[in-house]
């Protein structure tokens, strides 16, 4: 089962850029790779996904390099709001059929002023 | 469009007692997932339901249940509540299995 390794936390300041790196040496071809923020009291809410190389949205980047066992998300200039946990998450198809979300601990945040 | 919805939003329940969490989505989304969160830790997935009429196991399903009753609806039942399902429990749905999942505001279950 494909699974993720994420740093369990990250401190940084506002106005940084913040770099969180997952790792998912297990992951099939047909895999997306999404990123997931959470709110203390709330439900996960998406960020970004991704295949390949990089993409680009008006919140992050998500880059991922050819092999694909890892990727990294990156937050340009972070602010105090940003502070969550942020969890990496791999598709899993195992071979009875089906699909198994893995979500793994995810990397708590803190944004300090 | 409300999204994914939870009843009841907060619940304690006695040892031994059951009840039924629901859950519906006004998406259209074919897929549909029950999570538990314990406190500090990452979500772990009980059941889904890639698409209406079918349920399979996630990671921890024992002492579960669920029901897909239809598309929008995907109901998560205790038959014998214990302690050790004190949680938050979270709905989510995606347009299919590799889609971007949709979260519910969270059921707080309290089992004494």
């Known amino acids: 089962l494909a699974k993720t390794t994420q740093p369990i936390s990250m401190d940084s300041y506002e106005g940084q850029e913040v770099n969180i790196t997952c790792s998912h040496n297990?992951?099939?071809?047909?895999?997306?790779i999404t990123w997931y923020q959470q709110f203390p009291s709330q439900g996960p809410r998406f960020i970004i996904q991704g295949y390949k190389t990089k993409v680009t949205n008006e919140v992050a980047s998500l880059f991922i390099p050819a092999d694909r066992k890892s990727s990294t998300l990156s937050l340009p200039r972070v602010s105090l709001s940003d502070t969550a946990v942020y969890y990496c998450l791999v598709g899993d198809r195992p071979n009875t059929g089906g699909f198994k979300t893995i979500f793994g601990a995810g990397t708590r945040l803190f944004v300090k002023a | 469009n409300a999204g994914v919805t939870q009843t009841p939003k907060f619940q304690v329940l006695k040892t031994g007692q059951s009840m039924t969490l629901q859950c519906a989505q006004d998406?259209?989304?074919?897929?549909m997932y029950w999570y538990r969160q314990d406190p500090g830790m990452g979500l772990r997935l009980i059941y889904y339901s890639a698409s209406e009429g079918t349920t399979d196991k996630g990671e921890v399903p024992n002492g579960y249940n669920v029901s897909r009753l239809n598309k929008r609806e995907f109901s998560l039942r205790l038959e014998s509540a214990a302690p050790s399902q004190t949680s938050v429990y979270f709905c989510?749905?995606?347009?299919?299995?590799?889609?971007?999942?949709?979260f519910g505001p969270g059921t707080r279950l309290l089992v004494l």
């Open positions: 989510a749905s995606s347009e299919t299995s590799q889609e971007t999942q949709y």
């Open positions: 998406m259209n989304h074919n897929s």
């Open positions: 297990n992951i099939a071809t047909n895999d997306y």
